[in-house]
């Protein structure tokens, strides 16, 4: 296996998106295109990436902007851009599917989306669904219209000029949950129980600063999106979803929220349509204490799908 790093431009047109891509050692059985989550990065999935490449499988994945590598400039961690940033996310996540289905233009092409990244996914699969052959959703962000419309008119009240500030505690709370009870927990316990990466998160010197107000404003425009039924119906019914989740992520109502778009898609004639929850494990499964099963999971569920080639 063989690990690269490269770049290219981001439709903000003034910054370069940092990318890392997983070559396997021998002939390539499919593509994986990686959509990270919030306060991480490409390279934080590597231990992932690894196992998919030694499987046969290309992996790719970008720092989306505003995250690891893909900061323009200081004060512009957490941000994303002024104007539409989930199209300009949605058209960077294009980008880099196009020149890599360019490099393997007969493979079968699958994405895999963590929690922000699941939520742009769901996004991205009412435009350009036809042209995957699977989808992988790990957790999601689903809010009632009453839940969506006080956080917009929160942010509202704020101002369109100070979307560049810091998300202040009430926005904090709405989206991660409510701390639990006992016990102070770090600023990243809603991660994960693995203390280890829940430490580590909290170190990083990219993740002192709390999101802008700019990110909650794009992922409100994408939560909208992902639940209206105008966009849902234009998922191609054929379309594989895998989606997984822990039964203690806070974020997804301890799996019921997976639940309820395993459902929508149901609703919409979307009839392959797997979900999974695990019991013990929060938001990124990926690090869970039971991560090798949750692994082993994917890979058996992409090795199924890639068999039925591009």
Not at 178 to 204: H, I, L, V, Y
Not at 246 to 267: A, F, I, K
Not at 289 to 301: A, K, R
């Amino acid at each position: 296996m063989k690990k690269e790093t490269f770049t290219y431009p981001s439709r903000d047109q003034k910054t370069q998106l940092h990318a890392v891509r997983w070559i396997p050692d021998g002939a390539v059985c499919g593509i994986v295109q990686i959509c990270h989550g919030l306060f991480t990065c490409a390279e934080r999935y590597s231990c992932f990436a690894e196992e998919l490449a030694d499987r046969g499988f290309y992996v790719v994945g970008q720092d989306m902007l505003g995250f690891g590598k893909s900061v323009a400039d200081a004060g512009s961690y957490g941000f994303f851009t002024d104007e539409k940033g989930d199209e300009c996310l949605l058209t960077d996540m294009r980008n880099l599917f196009l020149m890599t289905e360019e490099q393997y233009p007969d493979k079968p092409y699958f994405m895999f989306g963590q929690g922000m990244g699941s939520v742009l996914l769901q996004q991205y699969i009412t435009i350009f669904g036809d042209e995957l052959n699977g989808v992988i959703l790990s957790g999601t962000l689903r809010m009632s219209p009453k839940k969506l419309r006080s956080m917009k008119w929160h942010l509202r009240l704020l101002g369109k000029s100070k979307l560049r500030n810091r998300a202040d505690e009430k926005l904090k709370k709405a989206l991660f949950g409510e701390a639990q009870k006992g016990a102070p927990e770090s600023r990243f316990a809603w991660m994960t129980k693995n203390e280890t990466m829940a430490e580590a998160a909290e170190q990083d010197p990219a993740n002192q600063e709390d999101l802008t107000l700019n990110v909650y404003n794009e992922l409100l425009r994408a939560v909208d999106w992902t639940q209206n039924n105008q966009y849902l119906k234009r998922i191609a019914g054929g379309l594989p979803i895998l989606l997984i989740g822990g039964r203690e992520d806070r974020m997804t109502n301890g799996g019921e929220d997976l639940r309820t778009l395993y459902v929508s898609y149901l609703q919409n004639r979307i009839t392959d349509v797997v979900v999974k929850l695990y019991p013990g494990d929060r938001g990124d499964l990926l690090v869970e204490p039971d991560h090798q099963t949750v692994i082993s999971d994917i890979l058996t569920w992409l090795a199924a799908r890639a068999k039925r080639g591009r």
